[in-house]
């Protein structure tokens, strides 16, 4: 195994090639139905294993990769090391503790393991907190040992706080990263530096749209492309600016390239796994159709200087910055995906909530907490066109959340009240008005921020009271009221 490939610690039990090998793109290969020979395919990623590319990255959903992994561990031998990576990508709705079993075990018996390295786990709504049940979930199995570590995949800044706010032992986040996308520069490096979470980054050459290939050369159109990651990187091209701004990111990168005697997706590549946070970034393969391992050895070799990263930093500050957080992508216009939507993952996101409707014309939500049987109350109530939402607390069940984190516990209120408003019709950028009280006011500067992270383009009124909360474990609680348009 060659030792020129560095390694990353993602825990004392755990480590990883700083370059991981994608198995995403065996979706793609696919697409027609047929499965390919794992076997054959399992043999095309020996010599990433021979070169020192010992981590793959997979998914429940990217085809048969589990399977091909579980082949190549085989084809290996006991004395074969690799790490399998996978993530676990439940629909959108309730999880029981069996369900969150079954597609563990169902992993598990893909990959031929007794343990999974790590499972990353993807959430498509935080609006209905019923994710939070398959993490607390997974955490048991963790415990049992089916699972060596957690991570999580697509999560923004927000909720990557809440989920390790409320005890949930996250050591990783895989989050697109590249010079086209630098949304994790906002809060997200420095978040996971603060709190030992480390990130892995895909999305780094763009589906290759980050080399010469594309240098100098028309826009191509979507029909044009021939891969579902070209496809949804085009998109993100699109939305930072278009191809001319492209292009002029593609001359600075090939300027410093060719200073360097390198390529341009080893300079794209050198410039994302440099920054702070980052253990790895992965790097997809067609198994059995392209390889690219002398490509990315010759990674390591590579040091950007100051005058490198100047002119790097220069030509993506003319870039329109990609909307949004880590992950928004997936959750909120514009879909930044192969289709442009979430039809090739999802057929619907359902409400969160039971609704009840009553004689008198009004319909009411249901979150679930024990204080709404008890107290005779609903989280909210629609009457016309206006939606009123009760007095809420970061409790999920008879669970607390965000542990002593104002700013988690606020950010997990908002998700209630945007599920409770989306139940019943409304949409979040409907809400006009929120009403937050505080235990401590020293805790004003962090909540008060946590709202306009969430609230910043909507601009309902505000009001902020210290009040005495009822239950020690609560810092704050909010209410709010939305106007459905027609």
Known sequence: MSSAVKRRSLAPDLEVSRVLTG????????????????????????????????????????????????????????????Q????????????????????????????????????????????????????FHLQELRQEGLIGHLGLTNFDTAHLRVVVRSGIEIVSNQISFSVIDRRPLAGMTRFCSENGIQLLAYGTLAGGLLTERFLDVRAPLQDELKTWSQKKYRRFIDAAGGWSGFQAVLHALHGVATRLDASIANVAARY???????????????????????????????????????????????????????????????????????????????PPYETRSGADGRACALSGTAWEDRGGFCRAVRTGARILVSGTTATHGDRPIGGSDPAAQLHFIIDKIEGAVRSLGGRFNEIVRTRIYLRNVEDWEAVTRAHGERFGEVLPVNTLIQAALVGDEYLVEMEAEAVVSQ
């Open 272 to 350: 994302v796994l440099d920054q702070q946070a980052v253990a790895g970034i992965i790097i997809g393969a067609r198994p059995g159709q392209s390889e690219h391992i002398r490509e990315n050895l010759r990674l390591f070799e590579l040091s950007l200087d100051d005058t490198s990263r100047r002119e790097i930093e220069t030509a993506v500050a003319r870039l329109e910055p990609i909307p949004g957080d880590s992950g928004d992508e997936y959750r909120r216009p514009p879909f930044l995906t192969s289709s442009g939507d979430l039809s090739d993952h999802l057929a619907s996101v359902p």
């Open 23 to 82: 198995l995403w793109q065996v979706a793609d290969m696919e697409r027609d139905g047929d499965p390919l020979d794992a076997e054959a395919a399992a043999a095309a990623l020996v010599p990433y294993v021979e070169a020192g590319f010992t981590t793959f990255d997979m998914a429940d959903h990217y085809g048969s990769a589990e399977t091909i992994a579980a082949a190549l561990r085989a084809t290996l031998g006991p004395s074969g090391e690799v």
């Open 84 to 135: 399998l990576l996978t993530k676990w990508v439940p629909p959108p709705g309730p999880q029981t503790r069996g369900d969150v079993r079954a597609a563990v075990q169902r992993s598990l018996d893909r990959l031929g393991v007794e343990r999974i390295d790590l499972l990353q786990f993807h959430a498509w709504s935080y609006d209905d907190p019923r994710y939070l049940d398959c993490l």
